[in-house]
């Protein structure tokens, strides 16, 4: 009688499992490829999500910058206007008064101009 005598499990921590099989089974090719495949598609799918919401804020910044740029525009030649000799008078909390009028030699200075900036 020359059998092989088998060797049967110690306890229950011995015994295999199919978790325990899974876990210390050399994964397939195929199956390692449909797991990168996956990962590299949902990757594709989160860039492609964050691009569409970069163009969005870049529009949106765009036209703020379009924004701007007019009211820089509207506004500089204000600003080269050469000032008036004398300052124009405020008297109380009134509108304000423009430099009283009257005859000078040479042109006649172009009064400040009362300017909104709107925030």
Do not use: F
């Not at 009688?1 to 499992?17: C, D, F, H, I």
């Not at 691009?51 to 500089?76: H, P």
């Not at 405020?90 to 009257?102: D, H, K, M, P, V």
Request: a positive charge; charged letters at 30%; proline letters at 6%.
């Amino acid at each position: 009688m020359t059998k092989e005598k088998r060797k049967s499990p110690s306890g229950l921590r011995s015994v295999a499992t199919l978790q325990t099989l899974a876990l210390h089974a050399k994964p397939r090719e195929r199956h390692q490829l449909a797991n990168r495949y996956a990962r590299l598609e949902n990757e594709r799918a989160r860039l492609e999500r964050e691009v569409g919401i970069w163009e969005s804020r870049l529009q949106v910044t765009a036209k703020k910058l379009a924004k701007v740029r007019d009211e820089i525009n509207s506004l500089r030649p204000l600003l080269d206007e050469v000032p008036a000799e004398k300052a124009v008078c405020r008297i109380g909390r009134g509108q304000r008064r423009g430099a009283a009028l009257t005859d000078t030699q040479g042109p006649s200075p172009t009064p400040n101009r009362t300017m909104h900036l709107g925030y």
